[in-house]
Structure formats: C-alpha cells, structure tokens
C-alpha cells in the first residue's frame, strides 16, 4: 500500500493560517492535528515550538491584511455603515480564502455577497464596480439616485468594462 | 539614493519628479495586467528596482509560472538595476495566503529558497536581493535567522535587500538586539534597504503596517545601518492610500538627513 505524502511545514502552516476552525482543532489538540495531518517530523517539531499567541498574532496579521484592502475597494458600503464591520469579516474569512492576483477584488465581492446574505446593506454599484473589473460582466445598468438642487432625482448609471481590472461609469439619464 | 515605492496614490508627485526621490521601486503586481508604457517612461526618468511579492521563494517545487512570466515583463518594460523577493512562503499545498509568512531556518529550507532564488536570477536576467521578513511566529531551525541568510546569499549568489523595519519589530517582538544581529551581516551584503514606520497595538506588539510616519527609534537604527553598512539605495514603503505627497517629502527629507 501507498504511503501517504507527509506534509511540510509550509503545508501545514498554510493549512493553519488560512482557517480559523483548522487553527482553533490544531491548538487544542496539537499532537492529535499533527498525526491526522500526516506532518513530517521536522514540521511536527517545528509546529509544536510555536506558541498558539504567536499562530494567533500571524493569523490575525493576514486577516487584517484582507480587511484594509477590502475597506480601501468599498468605501461607498463601509462609509457610515454599522454593520460593515471587522466583527462580520472575521466571520466571513473563516469560510473564504481568496487566490491569485486580483485576490483582494475577489474578496471584496465575495465580502459583499456575505454582507447581503446576513441582511446588512451594501452599495450595488460597488458590487457592479467589482463584477466589471473582475470580467464576471461587461456592463451594467443600474438605477441610482443623485442629489440635485437639494432633492434626491431618479437617473440610470452605465457602467461597462474596459480592460483588466478597470471599467468606466456614465450617468445616461437624469429622468 | 533614496527613494520611494511607486504606488497609485502618489504616481502624480513621481511623473512630475522631485530631487529627493532619487530612485524609485515597482511591485511587479501593479503592472501586470496594464501599464507597461508608464514603466517605460518612469525608467527613462529614474534608476528603477523591481520588488517581487509573490513568488513564494520558500516553497519547495515549481514557481508560479503566471506570476514569474508576468515579473519578467514588468523587468522587460523598465529594466530594473536589480529585483528583489522575500525570504519566505506565500502559497503552499494549494493555498494561496497573499502574504509573506516564514520558514525555519533549516539545511532543507536553504536548499529550497536557494534554489528557486537562483532560478529566478536566471529567468529574469537581473542581480536578485534577498528580504529578510517580519512574523509573529519565529520558528526555530539548524540556525539563527542572520546566520541563514548571509549562507543563503551565499549558496544562492545573491545579496541583501534588508528591511530595516522588519529587523526592528522582530527585535522587539521576539526580544532580540538588532546591532547585534547586523554584526553578523557583511557590509558588502546589504545593497538595498527598505524603511517604513512601525504600528504598536495595545498589547505590546509592534506589526508593519505600511502605513506610519518613520519613528525616531527607528530612524535611529536606520542611520545606524547606513552609516555600517552603506547600501546603494534606500527605499521608503508606504502603502496606505491616505498618504500625502507632502507627508512622503518630510518622510525622504528626515531619510536624508539620517544618510
């Protein structure tokens, strides 16, 4: 029979890291999360050294990470917006991990789809920004609202994609 | 030279060019997909350094082959005095963390980062710099971390990109002496510094958030350095967005004033 591969370190830290309830099982039972893990005996040493503020600490330092670039891609949806906090984001990165270079775009989008699942409010046109710049879509209409003379007017906004990663916005109609 | 990292909210304050950003360095993520004619333009104006973050030198087994074709072009577009990475893992057993995370300074984790660092030396024709990173967790190894990467600049027939940040918060959070840990670096190693300055969070712990004005215990250590070891550039790395043209100039300016 096949032996299974034993998993290095940077598995096994990756593992660690981009889980919460995979960190919470290793840090309970260590020696238990190793062996089911199949860790090789250098990561096995190397794992059991660290202390579980320091995984903790690591761990807390990629989220917050993913947090500032998703606060700096939707600030329409955090600006003045309660529930739009570090509180659900947390929740939400125990279940997502994104990938790949416009891994920061994918998180906004998918942290804006779990924001609508619980009910919290977020900004539509950010979430069209998202879909364009990411080539989920090519264009988008959306009816928004502008503020003209003091009194909020109906208008159409057209949002279309332009290339990786970019996309522009005309207001088409002021009804 | 000092100079600065190019980011979006200050590419108006670079293309219109002022005499204390004397270099400049490109992260190749924010040209992949467009721009390449900017980078042009910026190399004609200034020495350019281009500063990998992603190729996950520590990860045993190929390099992304995406990301290194995508680095190389950005290097064809600006033709860098040299490029840099990190000494650590990004992405390992199909997870991509994004972030720079650490290894054990063991003999098969030189083996491996040497290794993929020469490979990118080769593929990307450039003199390669290798980044000593900042981590909560400090796992233990065969040696002290400075002792690992002078062998692994070494082994690999690299230099140092030293971030004299990260050496200051690791110091800190893990309780180590960072003159002491220099000694122990040649000189001749060090080309290039990074510098930026440092969080402190509410339990004691210090983390490199790119996004502080430098300190002056930092900036202590940052003289210390310069004078000691005498790198050919010193790059200051601010990320946030937030940040004012006018707050980098007085940020260059006490950089100059520490050469």
């Not at chain 2, 350095?225 to 004012?244: G, K």
Request: hydrophobic share 40%; aromatic share 6%; charged share 25%.
């Amino acid at each position: 029979m096949r032996q299974p591969e034993l998993a290095t370190e940077q598995v096994l830290l990756a593992r660690l890291l981009s889980d919460g309830g995979r960190l919470g099982s290793f840090i309970s039972d260590r020696a238990g999360w190793l062996d089911d893990n199949a860790a090789d005996p250098a990561a096995r040493s190397a794992l059991l050294a660290i202390p579980a503020e320091d995984l903790l600490a690591q761990r807390g330092t990629l989220v917050a990470k993913r947090w500032r670039a998703v606060l700096e891609l939707l600030p329409e949806s955090s600006f003045g917006n309660p529930g739009f906090c570090r509180a659900i984001f947390e929740d939400y990165a125990d279940r997502y991990w994104p990938e790949g270079h416009m891994r920061h775009e994918r998180d906004a989008l998918a942290f804006l789809q779990f924001c609508q699942s619980k009910g919290i409010a977020v900004s539509r046109v950010e979430i069209a920004r998202l879909e364009l710049r990411l080539g989920l879509r090519r264009f988008h209409i959306l009816p928004v609202r502008l503020s003209r003379r003091g009194r909020l007017r109906p208008a159409l906004l057209l949002m279309h994609r332009t290339g990786p990663r970019s996309c522009r916005e005309h207001l088409i109609a002021s009804l | 030279m000092i100079g600065i990292g190019w980011r979006r909210n200050l590419a108006g304050m670079i293309s219109i060019g002022d005499d204390r950003i004397q270099c400049l360095e490109i992260v190749p993520d924010h040209f992949l997909d467009s721009g390449r004619q900017q980078l042009a333009e910026l190399s004609g104006r200034y020495p350019v350094f281009v500063h990998g973050l992603s190729c996950s030198l520590g990860t045993p087994g190929p390099m992304d082959e995406e990301y290194l074709r995508g680095f190389k072009q950005v290097c064809d577009a600006c033709q860098p005095h040299w490029i840099s990475e990190h000494v650590a893992f990004t992405r390992a057993g199909g997870i991509d963390l994004g972030h720079l995370n650490p290894l054990s300074p063991t003999r098969a984790n030189l083996q491996t980062i040497a290794s993929n660092a020469q490979e990118l030396q080769e593929r990307l024709e450039r003199p390669l710099l290798l980044e000593n990173i900042t981590s909560s967790i400090r796992l233990q190894g065969d040696m002290p971390e400075n002792e690992f990467l002078v062998e692994l600049c070494r082994r690999a027939d690299c230099r140092l990109l030293l971030d004299v940040t990260n050496l200051f918060i690791n110091a800190r959070n893990h309780g180590f002496d960072p003159q002491r840990w220099l000694e122990l670096v040649p000189a001749e190693l060090v080309v290039q510094l990074h510098v930026v300055g440092y969080q402190l969070d509410g339990n004691g712990r210090y983390h490199d958030s790119h996004d502080q004005p430098l300190q002056a215990d930092l900036l202590e250590l940052i003289g210390l350095v310069m004078e000691s070891h005498q790198p050919e550039a010193v790059i200051l790395e601010r990320d946030d967005s937030q940040a004012r043209p006018a707050e980098i100039i007085a940020e260059l300016e006490a950089l100059h004033a520490a050469a």
